[in-house]
């Protein structure tokens, strides 16, 4: 038997909890389906000693301050899980948990959306199912011929799962810093490589700027002023206090990427060779999309084009969290209110035609 939602918003991880939030308050009918079986996206999944790069009345959801907790500056995904489950709980937001969206079909003047509990149909979707569930691994010659153990950043928990071990971390971006500084810092022998030198944020930077950066740049672009660079023009790794201090301990000396891996380890462009037993892709994420392939909307690198939230070639569908192209900041917790605030909007607007 069909459900029927006059929305279904895909996905209940903070950007499908901040749809809901908005969704509530302009009264409009919706349900959550979420593929994890708990509260919390995926910051249930991450490795243990994570820190968030704001403080967390800087991380907050709409209509609720994260909570700080007392001598603690930047929270752990521990603390944004119990937020999230707070916030779902708060808000009575009805969260079908366990469920996850299948394919997404035009259905006449609606969507059907097939799940793998049976088939929802709705007159608006949010895709809000963010990119945890698709690793990005890069192509790089001898990864097929390696003997030892390779994960990406999502099985990566914590150091003493390497004790021992000889890791090569592969990737220069925050993910690749702090689990680099993590293995470090427990004195694990560790090889950290990057393709071009880390570039650290000022000392001083932390999500809080970056939110303002990322805003400003958006709003130059849609103003037709030149393109500031954004957040990437300031560095790419925040210095959370880890990172700070396995660098100062002079434990996180990068070098350039490898050409292969080989059975044993890896070897660079000058013959140099590292013996290892594990490499651990820190290489970032895709957008986790692939339910919306039955509406042929797919561009260029793997993106749906939009307008702001709002699905360029199906006006019923948007697009949540994802990154900067489905709004500035969209991706982080404090940014992705913004977004949702206008999606919402938009698509009370299109209920009420
Ligand atoms: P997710 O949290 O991934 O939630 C998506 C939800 O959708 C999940 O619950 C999943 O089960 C569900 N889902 C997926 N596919 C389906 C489907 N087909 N059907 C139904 N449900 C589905 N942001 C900050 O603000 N501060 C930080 O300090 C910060 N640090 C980060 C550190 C790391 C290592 C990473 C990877 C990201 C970090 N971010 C940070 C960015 C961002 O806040 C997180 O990635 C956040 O989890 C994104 O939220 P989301 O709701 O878009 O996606």
């Not at 301050?65 to 009575?92: C, N, S």
């Not at 944020?201 to 103003?223: Q, S």
């Not at 042929?296 to 993106?303: D, I, N, V």
Request: one cysteine or more.
């Amino acid at each position: 038997m069909t459900q029927i939602s006059d929305v279904l918003v895909v996905g209940g991880g903070q950007a499908g909890l901040a749809a809901g939030y908005h969704l509530r308050r302009l009264g409009v009918e919706f349900t959550v389906l979420d593929a994890d079986t708990a509260p919390g996206g995926a910051w249930q999944h991450t490795w243990d000693s994570l820190r968030l790069f704001s403080p967390a009345a800087y991380s907050s959801l709409p209509g609720r301050i994260m909570p700080g907790r007392p001598g603690e500056t930047y929270p752990d995904a521990g603390h944004v899980v119990d937020y999230l489950a707070d916030y779902e709980k708060r808000y009575e937001l009805p969260v079908q948990h366990g469920v996850r969206a299948q394919a997404v079909h035009r259905d006449g003047g609606r969507l059907r959306v097939e799940t793998d509990a049976g088939d929802w149909s709705a007159r608006a979707v949010v895709s809000a199912t963010g990119t945890w569930s698709r690793p990005f691994l890069p192509a790089v010659p001898g990864r097929d011929i390696f003997t030892g153990r390779q994960l990406h950043t999502v099985a990566y928990r914590r150091p003493a799962d390497f004790a021992g071990r000889r890791v090569v971390v592969v990737g220069g971006g925050n993910s690749g810093a702090q689990i680099a500084a993590d293995l470090a810092l427990a004195g694990i022998d560790l090889t950290w490589a990057t393709q071009r030198p880390p570039r650290y944020l000022a000392d001083d930077i932390d999500g809080r700027i970056l939110f303002d950066v990322a805003t400003a740049r958006r709003r130059a672009l849609d103003e037709g002023r030149a393109d500031s660079g954004g957040v990437a023009s300031l560095g790419d790794i925040v210095a959370v206090p880890p990172v700070r201090a396995a660098r100062a301990a002079g434990l996180l000396a990068a070098r350039p990427m490898f050409t292969r891996l080989t059975a044993t380890g890896a070897t660079w462009a000058d013959g140099s060779h590292v013996e290892a037993d594990t490499v651990i892709w820190c290489t970032g994420f895709r957008p986790a999309l692939a339910h919306l392939a039955p509406l042929g909307l797919r561009g260029t690198r793997g993106h749906i084009p939009t307008e702001g939230t709002q699905a360029a070639g199906e006006p019923r569908l948007h697009l949540l969290g994802y990154g900067d192209w489905t709004g500035p900041a969209s991706a982080t917790l404090i940014g992705v209110g913004r977004a949702a605030r206008d999606a919402a909007r938009q698509i009370a607007r299109l209920l009420s035609t």
